[in-house]
Structure formats: C-alpha cells, structure tokens
C-alpha cells in the first residue's frame, strides 16, 4: 500500500510563530486531504487538495502530485492551532470508495 | 452547518460482549466510513459503504466487524466477541455531496467519535 511520511514528527513554536509541515507519500494519488486533530480528539477537515494551492485564512496547502509531496503553511500561529495535523491520500483503485491511508502525523505545540 | 453524529461517546465493554457503534452521517452524503485510532497512534481505516454495500475494507475489518445502515439515516459498526486489543477511539465519516457532480470528490467528515474501552 501507500506509504505517508510526515514531518517534522513534533514541533514546539511560539505564538505569532509561522510553520511549515511536509508530507511525502510513495505513489501517485487521486486524493490527498489534511485533517487538524484538536486536543479533544476531533478530526477536523482543514483541505481537500490532491493537487494545486488553496488558503484559508491563516493556513494554506500545496501539492505537488508530480513530486509526490504536500505541505501545509500555517501563518501566526495561536494557541488553538496546537493538536496533531495529519495528512491522508488515496489512490483510487476503480472498484469504489476506497479509505484513505494517513500518516503519523505532526504533533503542534503552540506556546503563548 | 451539517455534521456527522456518534453515539454513545463512551463504551465500556467487558471482553467477550458484542457492542454496537452508531453514527449518523451526513443526510445528503452517499459514502460512509469506519476509521480507528488506538491510543496515540495514526488514523486506520477500517471500511467504507456505498449503495447499500460495502464497498471496501482492510485487513483490520475481520469476521468480528460487520456495518449496517438499518434505515435511511444510521449506519451501525457491529464488533461480534470484543478483544482487549479493539480498545480505540472509533470514528465514522461520510463524504461525496449527492447534489454535486458524481466524478467531484469532496471532503471526508469525521463524527467526534466513540471512545471504546474492552475490560
């Protein structure tokens, strides 16, 4: 299956802080989204992006599906930021509606 | 804003006994998914229904998990005989708008989750 590959795997920033999280995945996918897993352990939908760029507001994505990579920009951080990000992609394999595989995720710390 | 729904938030179980996780996804979504996280890990999928079926499932989704859509608006995750090592925070998602375009994918959205604790 495919293989998600997450960095950096924690990261500690103060607030107003901007940061940059990776996510490089072994094959070519149809479906690439970031999920925010908030300290109370719900997944929040941040992008749907399997390729191109989209902003919302203080965050931003990009992938590259030629380059098998996608990042995720989040400018002037708060405190609300902090939690787990995840990346997750799916290569459709034609039979239907197959799950997405996630990687381990980037653990965020935002320090007031 | 629409929004997938679990309950109960906990479950307490003892090993052995069948349990019942229920979801209420999205009303106009036509994809439902089964996803787990044990503690402090990643995300797993376990299945995703469409049309009435299954239409796909991992490794994890054994003899012991069944799903069911009982009526037009729950979809159900039967664990038969529970194992200590099915303790995990349950999620179910739905996603793929019916209004939209059939070839548009659209985002997954996650209920809050069933917290499952086999004793």
């Known amino acids: 299956g495919i293989q998600v590959e997450q960095s950096p795997p924690d990261l500690i920033l103060q607030e107003g802080a901007n940061s940059t999280l990776r996510c490089n995945f072994s094959d070519s996918v149809n479906n690439l989204q970031w999920f925010h897993q908030n300290p109370w352990g719900q997944l929040i939908n941040l992008f749907y992006i399997p390729s191109g760029t989209k902003q919302n507001g203080r965050l931003s994505a990009t992938t590259v599906a030629t380059e098998r990579y996608s990042l995720l920009y989040i400018s002037s951080s708060q405190t609300t930021d902090s939690g787990v990000y995840f990346c997750?992609?799916?290569?459709?394999?034609?039979?239907?509606?197959?799950?997405?595989?996630f990687g381990k995720g980037t653990h965020l710390i935002i320090q007031p | 804003e629409p929004e997938v729904t679990q309950t109960p938030s906990h479950q307490v179980t003892q090993m052995g006994q069948e349990v019942i996780l229920r979801c209420v996804p999205i009303s106009n979504h036509l994809y439902f998914y089964w996803y787990r996280q044990i503690l402090g890990q990643k995300v797993e999928f376990l299945v995703s229904?469409?049309?009435?079926?299954?239409?796909?499932k991992s490794e994890i989704f054994d003899d012991q998990f069944s799903v069911e859509r009982p009526d037009g608006s729950n979809f159900t995750l039967k664990i038969r005989s529970t194992k200590l090592e099915d303790s995990a925070m349950y999620f179910c998602?739905?996603?793929?708008?019916?209004?939209?375009?059939?070839?548009?994918?659209?985002?997954?959205?996650f209920g809050n989750g069933t917290r499952l604790t086999v004793t």
């Open positions: 229904f469409y049309n009435n079926e299954i239409s796909e």
């Open positions: 997750a992609v799916e290569r459709y394999s034609g039979g239907g509606a197959d799950g997405l595989t």
């Open positions: 998602a739905s996603s793929q708008d019916s209004t939209l375009p059939q070839l548009t994918n659209s985002p997954l959205h």
